[in-house]
């Protein structure tokens, strides 16, 4: 895995326009990266800020469905969610909430979190395959191609041109990338994920899984495991996010064929995917992301 050199990546950073969380929802990120943090500071942050606190209610709420009284306060959300979970709410609301839109006309915003949203709906069902926590692999394929949305937003004129001229998740782009700016989304985004904590067996992966088959991860490894289920994730998203008839037929039998490779059958893929697709249009609605019909 490569980063991006840390002299570069502060002057990326100074250009202010790195997708990443910001103020208050910042601070909650930091707080929850040091072991040693008290419930109370974390619990006093989230109520200085009335958004953050009324998705962390809704949300808490929403775990809790069923077997207890409605939850309204906020340390009782905090206790009941957790601090990972915290964490994947703060990350995703943020960073989504922030960069809908941008200043890069050839990249696709709407559909980039679209597509954003299944991954992270697939990665979620591939969870217990991969025996990885449900939220930790949610955020991951929430996030897995963040470093394409950084460049849109750091270089919007120049990385525009290269969407002209590539096709999406191609080799060439990567090419491309490095020979425009020295770097390529895959580096950007470890770096951006390892500086907001996540860990790095989880980012590894995230690095590797466009293109899983690399020296670097060891089959049989659980770095290979998991890398291989966010490449499902991803192959899961293109189908979802496809409305070409004819272009989603091939895409299913590369699901098939890549579903396969972590020992899940055509019919599992199936049932697999027409519940990924309802969840993903649910929590279209919710998130106020686009989704389509998939039949």
Partial sequence: MK??????????????????PKGLALAIVRLLQQ??????????LVQSDPVIAGELL??????????????????????????????VIVIAFSVINNNRRGNCPQFDYEKFWSHALATGISAQALASLVKINIEEHFTAGLLCRLGELALASIFPERYGEIISKSHAGAPDRIEMERDAFGIDHRELNSTLLLEWGLPLELVTAIYHSEYPDNEETEVGTRIK?????????????????????????ALLQKLYSKAARIGISQEETDRMAAKIITSWQEWGKFLKIHTCEVK
């Fill in 35 to 44: 072991d040693d943090y008290r419930l109370e500071d974390l619990t006093r």
């Fill in 3 to 20: 980063l991006v050199d840390p002299i570069r990546y502060v002057g990326l950073k100074e250009s202010r326009r790195l997708p990443s």
């Fill in 225 to 249: 495991s998991i890398t291989l289920s966010l490449h499902v994730s991803l192959a899961f998203a293109d189908y979802c996010v496809t409305e070409d008839v004819a272009e989603r037929e």
């Fill in 58 to 87: 809704r949300f808490a709420n929403a775990a809790s469905y069923g077997h207890s009284n409605p939850i309204v306060s906020i340390s009782k959300a905090v206790t009941t969610l957790g601090s990972l979970r915290i964490r």
